[in-house]
């Protein structure tokens, strides 16, 4: 049985001073609502890590929104595994669009930070998604196969299991657009055959996938009750502690 998984990437917003206010107000309901079966990650900006990370009585688990794939060195303005382990830190983003897009991160730079993630104990969530120009001319599967492959290169498959994957449709991000749930879930279930080509079928089946793309309040229901789709990885609804609890307690 596959545990929903909420997470809130909150990319280059809020201070460490507006990240604790916001962390309290999730965390306050997580332990205010403990029947609520969801494990909840927050992915806050590198300089509020370690504030979060201290937070008492955290019921939330902390994230990084990226990493480098080299354990320390001459690499200015870099972070390292290392330094997020130091602060607890349970999980990394690791692929996600604007990374892929804005500072050009190749699939051959991806595997090495996934691999690194692993050696170090960190969950990576590798987001995989397509273009819209993509979508439109049917080549959205074979750039999802082709990222998960190139990826997941020479990953063990004992693992896999501290992998989560994210679907993120490109067009879908911060546009106010969403895949249709159907379609979300098409392409979640084809995820899944391509974690049992790489591996096998309990692996397939175990793993976790996420949904991210304008996840809001009032579609995460629909998103939660597909047969394939495990949770959702959220970014403007995130940065709301009443929108992102209801999204938690869909």
């Known amino acids: 049985m596959r545990i929903p998984f909420i997470a809130g990437n909150w990319k280059m917003h809020k201070t460490p001073g507006e990240s604790l206010e916001l962390a309290k107000e999730i965390n306050d309901f997580l332990k ?18 370690h504030l979060l990370s201290k937070l008492e009585g955290r019921k939330v688990k902390l994230g990084a929104q990226n990493m480098s794939h080299e354990d320390e060195g ?3 303005g870099e972070i390292s595994p ?3 382990k130091d602060m607890n830190i349970d999980y990394v983003i690791i ?3 604007e990374r892929r897009q804005y500072f050009c991160e190749n699939d051959e730079l991806l595997n090495k930070k996934i691999k690194k993630a692993l050696e170090h104990n960190l969950k990576p969530i590798l987001c995989v998604g397509e273009t819209l120009e993509e979508r439109e001319s ?10 998960i492959q190139s990826n997941l290169k020479e990953v063990d498959k004992n693992d896999i299991s501290n992998i989560t994957i994210a ?18 879930n098409d392409m979640i279930k084809f995820i899944r055959s391509i974690i049992q080509d790489l591996y096998d079928e309990d692996t397939s089946k175990n793993i976790r996938i996420q949904y991210g793309g304008s996840v809001k309040p009032h579609n995460i229901k629909e998103l939660m009750n597909k ?10 609804a ?8 209801e999204i938690i307690d869909f």
């Open 32 to 49: 205010n609502n403990e029947d609520v079966d969801v494990d909840v990650l927050i992915c806050p900006p590198y300089t509020s890590l």
């Open 227 to 236: 047969s394939d789709i495990d949770g959702a990885l959220v970014g403007g």
């Open 167 to 184: 679907y993120e449709p490109i067009w879908a991000i911060g546009t106010g657009k969403t895949a249709s749930s159907d379609d979300a």
């Open 74 to 76: 001459a690499f200015t």
């Open 95 to 97: 692929g996600h669009s």
């Open 138 to 147: 049917g080549k959205e599967k074979e750039k999802v196969r082709k990222q």
């Open 238 to 245: 995130s940065l709301n502690s009443e929108d992102f609890v």
């Open 82 to 84: 290392l330094m997020l």
